[in-house]
């Protein structure tokens, strides 16, 4: 797959993403997460965690209700509320006005009812909501192939006030070699030789550029 075109136009806005962006891209990149949107999408009023957990079971094929409910307070409703998704009280748990509201919530909502296999969803949104994978992925469809070092120094000066001073550069060089770079490789989205390059997936060449320009406000 080439580059897709409006990675090219999301890249010169790819660092407005604000911290909420983040959290959004976090709270969808799970499918047990987007399962208990999906969920508490079709109810009309606030869902018992127990009742949650057994819809979300039932929907999550051979999952135990009871895992199920003890992961949900612990794990998925901090993230989910982080993200200011849902509302979590004695009375149940409840979408909150952003999720109906929001643009961004919007365009993130059509991956609760799409065809892509969930792990792939997962994996592309987990790196849109790591900013210095946003940025490998910006410079590379702007310049297509790029050493990590180029992609570390760009990383660097992507920072707001940031100088890219041969020490900063060397550290977020090492970070790129041992952290950012490894995931994009195991998705498959990039390639390496003597260079990285982009290669995609359906979920970034499809989904991605429809929605690129509201997610990048």
């Not at 983040?22 to 987007?34: E, N």
């Not at 991956?111 to 900013?131: F, I, M, N, R």
């Not at 790129?176 to 970034?204: C, F, M, S, W």
Request: hydrophobic residues 45%; aromatic residues 6%.
């Amino acid at each position: 797959m080439g580059v897709p075109p409006s990675w090219t136009r999301a890249a010169a806005d790819s660092r407005e993403f604000s911290p909420r962006n983040d959290a959004l891209f976090k709270a969808f990149a799970t499918r047990r997460r987007r399962l208990v949107l999906a969920v508490l999408l079709d109810a009309t009023e606030a869902v018992s965690v127990e009742t949650l957990a057994e819809l979300v079971a039932a929907r999550d094929g051979d999952a135990d209700p009871g895992t199920v409910a003890v992961s949900l307070p612990h794990v998925e409703f901090p993230i989910l509320e982080a993200a200011g998704l849902v509302v979590w009280s004695p009375a149940g748990v409840e979408l909150t006005d952003l999720f109906w509201a929001s643009d961004r919530c919007r365009a993130l909502r059509q991956l609760l009812d799409t065809s892509y296999p969930p792990d792939e969803v997962d994996a592309a949104l987990g790196l849109l909501a790591d900013p210095t994978c946003r940025t490998v992925l910006e410079q590379l469809a702007t310049y297509e192939r790029l050493s990590v070092a180029e992609l570390a120094r760009s990383v660097v000066l992507d920072q707001p006030l940031a100088v890219a001073t041969p020490d900063r550069v060397q550290r977020v060089t090492l970070a790129l070699r041992h952290n950012h770079v490894p995931k994009l490789l195991d998705v498959g989205i990039v390639e390496q030789a003597d260079t990285l390059h982009y290669v995609g997936t359906p979920v970034l060449d499809e989904w991605w550029p429809g929605v690129a320009e509201t997610l990048s406000r």
